[in-house]
């Protein structure tokens, strides 16, 4: 079907719940979390698909939001960092996801800004390998830049992560 | 009753003198006792914000009704604007409001009196803004405005502006000088000198890439203007709108809660902030200004490319004399960092000449970016020492020795507050095996593979000063907000604000939050300089021991026991043979909030306060490729007192791989022709990834309190680790091969150009 090329309604699923917006056929999935969905854990640092501060998880896949389409996700599970907390009510640390855990005690971050994209390149990454290497975790946050410096900590984070959840 | 005191700080590594105001007594030194928190690993009190996308940066901050700005940029590097048409621009259905030189009113910026100039100085320079409903209409519309350009003459590369040749941009020339200074005499040290090495060395321009790009959102509210600001300084985007804007202090507010990096290059008012208030002022909506990664590597920052002459004399195994001379590339800059800094005062060298020039081209203007000219100049300096060491046979550790021990800074005279350099060196030295070292490099781990070990020497300021206040409320349920006007722009300043707090007051760290980043708080200086906590800890500590003895007093009253037999501990109070939660106290005198008031008091103005630290690095070179892998860093640092031994760790290493980046991969280009940023993006400008991680990085500290700088013993560690790791890293690789890098970044075309040279000499 031809849609467009004004704004066009589609629906997607993100973090379990089913959305509807309504967006113009080239806006991102990027700027469609963000703006239309308020959704604004994932980042905007290159908008060319060079840094991954953006990245979600589209059907189990780690993607660059901003180098998707949000009409490419229609009828699709996306997961943002939002997502992987179970319960934000809950005090302090309770209802985050182990990743999130892990990088908090690993200290990997410190600005933060890059910090949701490479959780969830490591969430995804850890659904396909549930016990990386340190060399598993490199690979997979290889394109996830971090100004602050903080990569050895974060692939602390992803290795430690790993073991927690057997 | 406050009173006016003479207090003497450093600041990037110039020293000045300033009035201030304090009240009461300064607080003694902690003493030696054990903590409950400083000294102690503690995890980010901010860390579940962060790592659940939950923390909001300016960036995050969408209101409702908000207008989107976009900025149009001089594509040329030297124009006259004749006329601009807007026209077609203002046609564009959601265009709301246009902005340029002919109908912006004056807003004053870095000495100028509009943010729009009549000649735009580089290709970046701001001509117009628009703002829209949306950004892709606010970007379409740009491409729909009409500007007359008159084309200047241009000059964007330091040593061709340098030259003859090229176009005077200002009155009084392109280069001038900006800081010298000289002690004995060099030339008869030369003249009696069994070693002289005279060398040339360079340095490209490395631009910031904060993640978070520049940016601002505004509101109005007829009133008062609000302003959203990814900064490093809230109040120094007050001072800036102020000046530009013409309103009081009162009705302006500058909030920065989360950042997403600086690096130094957010130090105050950007012109996005003024173009967004100016449409918030106008139009009376919300407004957002935030630039793509594109401008902000044309026009948000960047550390100076410099040329750099150095000559150093040698005599019966001592250095006798340097003297060094750098240019650096300010763009559009109005002021320059200083390269020749640490070699004024690292070593006790006796004759010794300085000069430092700024050179004025059609880029961008530079901003502070983390030790701004320490960074270029430590690299040129600790190349320059270990050439002259193998001149003279020496080994370049040995000689470093030899002038690393003076307790009195050799510039100004002044004693150190206090000093551990020699101890960065034996610890240093003994981390990366320096015995293993041979003249020739050692073998690799294939026959095309040298390795070798080289080291460089950082001083630094970081002691910080007032002004910085703060306060610490304490609540009926006994938990307590610390209040100061700083920022964490991700070192962690909340966190060991708090573990200060919590260790003075007596309660738990998870009982303290820490509120900063408005300007409606108690004045605190830039997060910039590595004075943060040297600043703010200090005055955070004497608002907790404010609160504290205020809690005892209620206590006292409460329990009827006199207040010198009561403690607070863990959130109790307690006196003989009985603990009470303070809660439970405060619960019975009704609704009260304590407030603990605390301001730093001022420096010893008779003591410089400086942090030391060596790094040592291992490599290995490919001399097939000119690859160089770094195998290990060895980082000491010398900064008094640790407070939080987790975070200060993750700021080292973030500190080394940013000056991997700089002694390897980053460097801007600029297009002589058309003086365009080539590479002004995350693609083709080369920040380290994780595969650039040296393979071992290790963190060690002297940690011991330096008693004479403040009541806490600490000094800053946000700029040491990245001064000394390029010259550790270019010293090693000539240990290595032989080979003489004397260009940062080290590129594998520099590596196998300077192998081809000692090739050719060998």
């Known amino acids: ?166 | 009753m406050p009173r006016v005191v003479k207090s003497r700080e450093e600041f990037e590594g110039e020293v000045y003198e300033s009035l201030v105001l304090v009240e009461g007594s300064d607080l003694p030194q902690l003493d030696g006792a054990e903590h409950t928190q400083i000294a102690h690993a503690r995890r980010r009190i901010d860390g579940t914000q962060r790592v659940s996308g939950h923390a909001r940066y300016t960036q995050d901050i969408y209101l409702p009704g908000m207008l989107f700005v976009r900025v149009l940029r001089s594509p040329y590097p030297r124009a006259r604007v004749r006329r601009i048409d807007t026209k077609k621009a203002e046609a564009l259905p959601g265009v709301r409001g246009v902005l340029h030189r002919f109908n912006a009113p004056k807003a004053a910026f870095r000495g100028e009196d509009t943010i729009f100039r009549e000649e735009v100085r580089f290709v970046g320079d701001e001509v117009a803004a628009i703002a829209a409903d949306d950004e892709d209409t606010a970007a379409e519309a740009l491409r729909l405005v009409e500007v007359d350009y008159e084309l200047l003459p241009h000059v964007v590369d330091l040593e061709e502006a340098i030259g003859d040749m090229a176009p005077p941009l200002e009155t009084d020339g392109n280069v001038a000088e900006s800081a010298t200074h000289k002690r004995g005499d060099v030339r008869k040290a030369i003249r009696d000198a069994d070693a002289v090495i005279d060398a040339t060395y360079r340095t490209s321009t490395q631009l910031h890439n904060s993640l978070e790009t520049h940016g601002a959102v505004a509101t109005w509210d007829g009133e008062r203007l609000t302003v959203y600001e990814s900064t490093q300084h809230v109040f120094g985007v007050r001072q800036g709108l102020r000046t530009a804007l013409g309103l009081p202090f009162s009705k302006i507010r500058v909030i920065c809660d989360y950042m997403g990096g600086g690096f130094g290059s957010k130090g105050g008012v950007g012109k996005y902030s003024i173009v967004a208030s100016l449409f918030a002022m106008r139009l009376g909506r919300p407004i957002r200004c935030i630039l793509t990664r594109d401008e902000e590597n044309l026009a948000a920052g960047n550390r100076s490319a410099t040329l750099q002459q150095l000559r150093l004399a040698g005599k019966d195994g001592r250095i006798t004399a340097i003297e060094h001379t750098s240019w650096a590339n300010a763009g559009q800059g109005k002021w320059v960092a200083n390269p020749t800094g640490p070699t004024n005062t690292i070593y006790d060298v006796p004759n010794l000449t300085s000069k430092s020039y700024k050179v004025i081209t059609n880029a961008g203007a530079l901003s502070a970016f983390r030790a701004p000219g320490y960074v270029e100049g430590t690299f040129a300096l600790e190349s320059a020492v270990d050439e002259l060491a193998i001149k003279m046979g020496v080994d370049p550790l040995a000689l470093r020795r030899k002038h690393a021990g003076s307790p009195k800074d050799p510039m100004g005279g002044k004693r150190y507050s206090d000093k551990h350099l020699l101890e960065c060196y034996r610890i240093g030295a003994k981390e990366i095996g320096w015995e293993r070292r041979r003249s020739g490099g050692l073998r690799g781990s294939a026959l095309y593979r040298r390795r070798g070990i080289g080291m460089a020497t950082q001083i630094w300021g970081g002691g910080g000063g007032p002004p910085a206040y703060a306060t610490v409320h304490v609540n009926p349920d006994g938990t307590a907000v610390v209040t100061a006007g700083t920022q964490d722009i991700g070192t962690g300043t909340r966190t060991v604000l708090a573990q200060v707090c919590a260790d003075e007051l007596g309660v738990d760290l998870a009982d303290v939050d820490v509120r900063i980043g408005d300007t409606e708080t108690p004045y605190g200086p830039i997060s910039a300089g590595s004075i943060t906590l040297a600043s703010v800890g200090p005055a955070v500590r004497i608002a907790a021991r404010d609160a504290k003895e205020q809690l005892l007093g209620a206590a006292a009253g409460v329990l009827e026991t006199p207040k010198a037999e009561l403690r607070l501990e863990a959130g109790m109070i307690v006196s003989k043979g009985a603990r009470t939660r303070l809660g439970e106290i405060l619960g019975k005198v009704d609704n009260n909030t304590v407030i603990g008031k605390g301001g730093r008091h001022p420096n010893d103005p008779d003591l410089s306060q400086r942090t030391f630290g060596a790094h040592f690095a291992e490599v290995e070179v490919d001399v097939r490729t000119g690859e160089i892998s770094v195998e290990h860093v060895v980082a000491v640092h010398d900064i008094g007192r640790i407070v939080n031994p987790l975070t200060a760790r993750s700021q080292v290493e973030g500190g080394v791989l940013q000056a991997v980046g700089f002694a390897l991969t980053e460097e801007r280009f600029l297009d002589r022709a058309t003086g365009r940023v080539m590479n002004g993006n995350l693609e083709n400008y080369k920040v380290p990834t994780v595969r650039d991680v040296p393979a071992k990085i290790t963190v060690k500290f002297v940690d011991r309190p330096d008693r004479r700088a403040n009541n806490l013993g600490v000094k800053g560690l946000g700029e040491p680790p990245i001064i000394p790791t390029a010259g550790a890293i270019a010293n090693a690789v000539a240990n290595a091969t032989g080979a003489r890098v004397r260009h940062a970044p080290l590129t594998r075309a520099r590596v196998l150009e300077a192998l081809a040279v000692a090739g050719a000499r060998a």
Not at chain 1, 124 to 153: F, I, Q
């Open chain 1, 1 to 166: 079907m031809l849609r467009g090329p004004g704004a066009i309604d589609l629906g997607l699923t993100v973090n379990g719940e089913a959305v509807r917006v309504h967006v113009p056929p080239r806006r991102t999935l990027l700027d469609t979390l963000r703006q239309s969905l308020g959704l604004t854990g994932s980042k905007r640092v290159c908008d060319e698909g060079t840094c991954g501060a953006c990245t979600v998880i589209v059907d189990d896949r780690p993607v660059y939001a901003c180098m998707t389409l949000a009409i490419a996700c229609e009828g699709k599970h996306v997961e943002t960092i939002e997502g992987l907390t179970k319960d934000a009510s809950g005090e302090g640390e309770r209802g985050l996801h182990p990743v999130q855990r892990a990088f908090i005690d690993a200290d990997a971050f410190q600005c933060g800004f890059c910090t949701p994209g490479q959780i969830m390149s490591i969430v995804a990454l850890l659904r396909a390998t549930p016990s990386p290497t340190e060399d598993d975790v490199r690979r997979a946050v290889a394109g996830n830049l971090c100004r602050c410096g903080a990569y050895p900590n974060i692939v602390a984070a992803g290795v430690n992560a790993g073991r927690r959840k057997k």
